[in-house]
């Protein structure tokens, strides 16, 4: 192969890699969510080391952490109702808006000296109630600004590369503000991020779309959408996977703050390089996925990427070298992101378009929601154990999860493929191929 033809395949390679991006209204997103995703890392970091530094306590990190994503236990199912009833695009307006303000209002609190825990704590309620409604609304929208269907994968994994790229700069930016001017200029920084996804979605160019006539009690959608999930046997599985990860995994990064201090004694900049470490390993699955071209076999890079995620957290805990923990939270990085987005793709192209919104609130609950009750159990058990126990123990289960869902495959597959046949997903020369290999 020569210069020229390495040069063309690279570049059909990126093409293929951001296709996505070819639809104006998700490129208006896209640059503009990175903006303020960058802000909510910066304000993420900073609310951890403000916590910490406050209170000294674990228990206390793990009890805000907890506060702030208790909401999406309760609201989130209902906020999927929200979605699919009234205009997607005005609600995300709605809820960046409430964001911001949450954000000045903390950064003035802080700047001013007059922050207390009570302020944190009801902040975090907010942003956690406002999030509630953000997120599934989010994720269901994603399918209002690509006008091919192939291309949802893609926006999907472009989504997360852009979650995470965020997730590489937020951290390492918190950490040099942090130590140069303090806690507060990282909240006003977050708060004025917002303005970018504010510009995005009003420049965008949307088909009008008028709000669904409630056919029954919000309560009855909602059961419906429930029992539709619980006997979608690959669904259900989806879901229970994602709230065990969330649960008894993703709330590692809760503690964080204490491995930084405590075991490696080091400094704030140390967490954000720590927290930038988990950035750079989803940001490069992140591409991973952006470089498939379609859905099949992602079923079974689900429990590969848990497993991966999980051996990581194993090692992490037990590693006192800090470049090693380093690359273990850069593989748990690259394993949960895989893990992660490729459930939500299944989940977007096996769904009923008029349960899309209620089925994705179900999907983020199941991480978002657990993740105050990880976060809660993490912090009480790290105040008695330490935390290095605590997320040994994590990994170990979060390992066994994987393995079951990795026993299920077959029996899933069965379940996927008439459903992908009839929305034309396996392609007509993939009819010899057996159901084991298109999941």
Known sequence: ?????????????????FRALQYRNFRLFFTGQIISLIGIWIQFIAMSWLVYRITDSPFWLGLVGFFSQI????????????????????????????????????????????????????????????????????????IHMIDNREDISNAIALNSTMFNLARLIGPSLAGIIIAAWGEGFCFLINSISYIAVLISLFCMRLTSRSAKTPEHHIFQELKEAA?????????????????????????????????????FYQGPQVLGFLMAAAGI???????????????????????????????????????????????????????????????????????????????????????????????????????????????????????????????????????VQPIYEGRGIIPPVAEGIQATLRF
């Open 1 to 17: 192969m020569n210069a020229q033809q390495v040069k063309s395949s690279i570049f059909i390679k990126l093409r293929l890699m």
């Open 71 to 142: 909401p999406a236990l309760f609201i989130m199912p209902l906020a999927g109702v929200v979605a699919d009833r009234y205009n997607r695009h005005r609600i995300l307006i709605l809820t960046q808006t409430l964001a911001m303000i949450q954000a000045l209002i903390l950064a003035i609190l802080v700047l001013t000296d007059s922050i207390l825990l009570w302020h944190i704590i009801l902040l975090s309620i907010l942003i956690g109630s406002i999030n509630a409604f953000d997120m599934p609304t989010r994720h269901a929208f994603i």
């Open 281 to 415: 390993g989803a940001l490069c699955g992140a591409l991973f996925l952006a470089m498939r071209k379609g859905v099949l076999g992602l079923g079974h890079l689900i429990p590969i990427a848990g497993g991966l995620f999980s051996s990581g957290l194993i090692l992490f805990s037990l590693s006192r070298i800090f470049w090693v923990s380093m690359i273990l939270i850069l593989i748990c990085g690259f394993g949960i992101m895989v893990q992660m987005a490729a459930c939500n793709t299944l989940l977007q192209t096996l769904v009923d378009e008029d349960k899309r919104g209620r089925l994705l609130s179900f999907y983020t609950l199941s991480f978002m929601g657990m993740m105050p009750l990880g976060s809660l159990l993490s912090g009480w058990l790290a105040s008695h154990i330490g935390a290095p126990p605590v997320i040994f123990l994590g990994g170990t289960i979060c390992l066994l999860g994987s393995l079951f869902f990795l026993r299920k495959l077959p029996l899933l597959s069965q379940e």
């Open 227 to 263: 029992i539709y999930a619980w006997e979608f046997t690959t669904i259900r599985t989806i879901l229970l996977l994602s709230a065990l990860m969330s649960l008894m995994g993703i709330s590692y990064q809760i503690l964080m703050p204490i491995f930084v201090r405590d075991i």
